[in-house]
């Protein structure tokens, strides 16, 4: 197993391996983001090096080399290599199966792909997909613009999950349950409206509608301090909501018919 949301570890048979060279992290991550392709040798030297030395190329082969004897070596019991040299560079395998951020996007696609998911069944695929997350997507410690742009895509699909997971949590009436979440995520997340929508609508069901004014007036503060704008229309439906105990954000309501 090739687990990426994260630090990047490699597990076999139960034993799990971190990559700890940062120029193997960066190929590694560079790879997978052309994962089955083939990716140029000049475009995996500008992943890892800002100014290249004279002997880039050999550098870069003496770096596929590494990596390549320490995925043998993990997987001694494997026929074929995953890193092959194809011209005009190199190609990583590794099935979905065996990629943690495959299993994630397939279990998010899978509540998509059902819109008559029960909100209980959407909450709990969702719980169990981010649990693969044990951080950010490699570690946060890869350099280069392939690699830095797959992180993204990653952590862009686990907010996406986590603003479905927290529609359907509120769909099924468990305010008070995940306004310690919701309030942990507005923290990480300030500039995230939704998040912030969400973290309003829990407060308020839990009776504490002075919270929920507050959490909006922090975000307003926060774009106006930091982006020179005011929160979106769509937000500030939501205040005047909460301000006029608008029975659309009541308990158990559809809150989503007020977002549109």
């Not at 990426?4 to 076999?12: A, K, R």
């Not at 699909?157 to 529609?167: N, V």
């Not at 308020?204 to 503060?221: E, F, K, P, W």
Request: charged share 25%.
């Amino acid at each position: 197993m090739f687990a990426v949301l994260g630090p990047i570890e490699i597990t076999v048979d139960g034993r799990a391996t971190l990559l700890r060279s940062e120029a193997q992290r960066s190929l590694f991550a560079a790879m997978l983001a052309n994962r089955g392709n083939p990716v140029g040798v000049h475009t995996l030297i500008s992943e890892l090096w800002e100014d290249p030395p004279r002997s880039a190329e050999n550098a870069l082969q003496a770096h596929v080399s590494r990596l390549r004897r320490r995925l043998a070596a993990l997987e001694p019991g494997r026929n074929d290599s995953r890193l092959i040299t194809v011209p005009p560079g190199y190609q990583l395998s590794i099935d979905d199966d065996e990629l943690d951020a495959a299993i994630f996007k397939r279990r998010i696609r899978r509540i998509q792909n059902d819109t008559a998911m029960p909100a209980s069944d959407v909450a709990d695929t969702i719980r169990q997909a981010l649990s693969l997350w044990r951080g950010p997507a490699f570690g946060g410690q890869v350099r280069g613009a392939l690699g830095q742009s797959l992180a993204a895509r990653y952590e862009q699909a686990r907010l996406s999950a986590l603003g479905r997971l927290y529609d359907s949590e509120l769909k099924l009436g468990r305010d008070m349950e995940i306004v310690a979440e919701l309030s942990e995520l507005v923290e990480l997340e300030p500039l995230n409206e939704r998040f912030c929508e969400q973290l309003m609508i829990a407060l308020y069901r839990s009776g504490r509608q002075a919270d929920a004014l507050a959490a909006y007036r922090r975000l307003r503060a926060r774009m106006d301090n930091e982006l020179g704008v005011e929160p979106s229309p769509a937000i500030r439906k939501f205040e005047v909501a909460v301000l006029a105990h608008d029975p659309k954000i009541g308990p158990r309501a559809d809150h989503l018919a007020l977002r549109s």
